[in-house]
């Protein structure tokens, strides 16, 4: 497995903002941790659903005062992508507040049993409805949701939810072969050796509750910078070349990564990586890039936050220039965007096969 030096450089076509785009100083009620959002345009406007964890400051968290018991699900809107975020005075998803009695304060809002928290949201929007895909923590085990999102963006209702443990699903845009389609991450640990050997597997639908045909779409041995696990991560855009794809790629360190802050333990580094997916096949992988596409550089991706070297992508969207705007969450900490060019991107995945 490739042991990188601690500092890594990602694709030169990409474009950081330097600065977080949203963090806890944005938002109208209880925030700490704002990041791994999902975004979508609707109608001209930049929707995004945002995870926010709190309970705890730093301070309190490092000195084990408090921890960070609680999670909901924010929505800020915004004209250009990028600045002016206009966030929602309430949270779509409320707290769930975690206790020793349980985390069963969510059930009743959205009718899924045993309902820890929702969160890491994804919105895909398929013939002009709004939805999410969620990670749910249940008491027995977690689940990949799916939700429906109204138009006034203030209620959702699940529609369906995997068996456990899964995550990190998305959805494509469109119907294909007559299917919904999705990735997801099943998480396997008896049949790969009780280690973090995760893998990207595609399903397919005729109704968005029904999930079948499910195949392996990219091994987390595929993937030169991963040593760890890999997992979807923002819902596919079509291109006239293939559904180009991104996707999060662990890997782990036995020495010590430096984190200086928050969770002194933490080893691991998430990194983003892209790839692109036959248009009419979508479980055949087309081209990847053999190289990191974004990586932790910057000091609040790598040097603070709550889980230091984390690039967390659940966003990418197209515009008619070519620009494609990739949204992520970095160090579990805040939400932040990148640019580049399609055709960049596109041939990062066709150059190197
Ligand atoms: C994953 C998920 C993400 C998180 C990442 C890094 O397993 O829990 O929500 O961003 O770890 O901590």
Same mark, same amino acid.
């Given at each position: 497995m490739p042991v990188w030096e601690p500092r890594l450089k990602g694709a030169s076509c990409v474009k950081k &903002? =330097? $600065? #977080? &785009?949203?963090? $806890? *100083?944005? &938002? #109208?009620y209880e925030a700490e941790l704002v990041f791994n959002a999902g975004v979508a345009k609707v109608n001209g406007k930049y929707i995004m659903a945002f995870r926010n964890d709190c309970g705890a400051t730093r301070e309190q968290y490092e000195k084990k005062e408090r921890k960070l018991s609680k999670t909901s699900v924010g929505i800020a809107i915004s004209d250009n992508g990028i600045d002016g975020w206009q966030v929602k005075e309430t949270p779509l998803i409320s707290y769930s507040v975690i206790n020793k009695v349980g985390y069963n304060l969510l059930e009743a809002d959205c009718g899924l049993p045993d309902i820890r928290r929702l969160y890491d949201p994804r919105i895909t929007v398929i013939e002009d409805e709004i939805y999410l895909c969620l990670a749910a923590d249940t008491t027995h085990g977690i689940r990949g949701c799916i939700a429906k999102l109204d138009k006034d963006l203030e209620h959702y209702e699940i529609v369906s939810a995997s068996v #456990? *443990? !899964? /995550? !990190?699903m998305v959805l494509f845009p469109q119907k294909i072969g007559g299917y919904y389609v999705r990735l997801e991450r099943p998480f396997p640990v008896y049949g790969r050796s009780g280690k973090d050997r995760f893998d990207i597997w595609l399903s397919k639908s005729p109704d968005l509750k029904f999930w079948g045909e499910s195949q392996l779409l990219l091994g987390v041995e595929h993937v030169p910078f991963a040593n760890d696990k890999i997992g979807p991560a923002a819902p596919p855009v079509k291109t006239p070349h293939g559904w180009l794809t991104l996707f999060h790629a662990v890997d782990k360190e036995t020495e010590g990564r430096g984190q200086t802050e928050w969770e002194g333990w933490w080893n691991k580094r998430y990194t983003a990586g892209i790839m692109l997916l036959d248009l009419e096949n979508p479980s055949k992988v087309i081209g990847m890039c053999k190289t990191p596409l974004i990586v932790p550089e910057l000091p609040h991706e =790598?040097?603070?936050?709550? /889980?230091?070297n984390v690039i967390f992508p659940g966003g990418m969207i197209l515009e008619e220039s070519g620009e494609v705007k990739i949204y992520y969450g970095a160090a579990d900490t805040v939400e932040c965007v990148a640019t580049a060019h399609v055709d960049d991107l596109i041939a990062l995945c066709t150059e190197q096969l």
């Open positions: &903002i =330097a $600065k #977080p &785009i949203l963090t $806890k *100083d944005d &938002i #109208p #456990p *443990d !899964n /995550r !990190n =790598a040097d603070h936050g709550f /889980r230091q």
